[in-house]
């Protein structure tokens, strides 16, 4: 059994056949899929799924590439909407110095206040970084030092010396199907070396989809096939890493267990 531990099953390419997308998850072994939210936009809708699906559950959050059109989106704002039973994570938030589609400023800031939020909640952040650890890093220790709180660094692409860096504040490390690309053998040295107790996978679908499903749209039920060339990579039964995964989705997203 698995758990997809990011993923949009209300962007396109999934919500268009929505019900098939789930099933075929449940048929693939998935057992739990939280569905990650972007914009304010969406939090209705992801929410709502959350609501019709037993096996779903929802965040509420802003990525860094709408931080420029969500300036009125504040901690208040973030903590008022996870009292939702169904809400389990705050974001994804983050930064990202790879696209720069919002001011870098107004990212961290937003960052900030969803870490705020995650303090306050005792909910998890989910965290998005491309081509800025040394900023995602300095912002996490720092607000690390003003009060304690959780979180998963998701679709992990960075170095092994961030790795060990979130390792130290308490994260926990999501591997999504990038692990499986060819070009990938930095993030595959990583990974076979995270330690079992604080490690995710997911598919962050529908991007990203693991080998053998390149060019298709990703789904929560390729989700396998990543833990499948994990476990490989790992020198573990399948059977081993997914009650591990499964586990530590329930410690870190701890309201699921309610």
């Known amino acids: 059994m698995f758990i997809d531990s990011h993923c949009h099953l209300n962007y396109k390419g999934l919500v268009e056949d929505q019900a098939g997308v789930l099933e075929r998850a449940r048929a693939a072994g998935v057992t739990t899929m939280l569905n990650i939210s972007t914009r304010a936009s969406e939090w209705d809708d992801v929410i709502g799924v959350a609501d019709r699906e037993e096996d779903v559950w929802a965040s509420v959050g802003i990525h860094p590439h709408e931080a420029d059109i969500h300036p009125d989106v504040e901690a208040t704002t973030l903590i008022d909407r996870a009292r939702h ?21 107004r990212q961290r800031a937003s960052f900030r206040s969803h870490i705020v939020a995650a303090r306050e909640t005792g909910l998890p952040i989910i965290v998005h ?82 080998v053998p499903h390149r060019g298709k749209p990703c789904e929560p039920a390729f989700v ?26 329930g410690k870190l997203f701890a309201k699921t267990r309610n």
Do not use: W
């Open 129 to 210: 970084t491309r081509e800025a650890e040394e900023d995602t890093y300095r912002i996490l220790a720092d607000e690390m030092d003003k009060g304690a709180f959780t979180g998963v660094i998701h679709c992990f692409t960075a170095s092994a010396d961030f790795a060990q860096k979130a390792l130290g504040l308490g994260f926990y490390i999501s591997i999504s199907g990038i692990v499986t690309f060819k070009n990938a053998r930095d993030l595959q040295g990583t990974a076979r070396s995270l330690p079992a107790e604080r490690l995710l996978i997911e598919t962050d679908s529908p991007f990203l989809a693991p």
């Open 224 to 249: 396998a096939d990543t833990a499948r060339f994990l476990a490989d990579l790992r020198s573990e039964s399948l059977e081993e890493l997914s009650r591990y995964t499964s586990s530590n989705f």
């Open 85 to 105: 039973p169904r809400v389990v994570g705050i974001g994804e938030s983050g930064l990202d110095f790879y696209y720069d589609r919002s001011d870098r400023d």
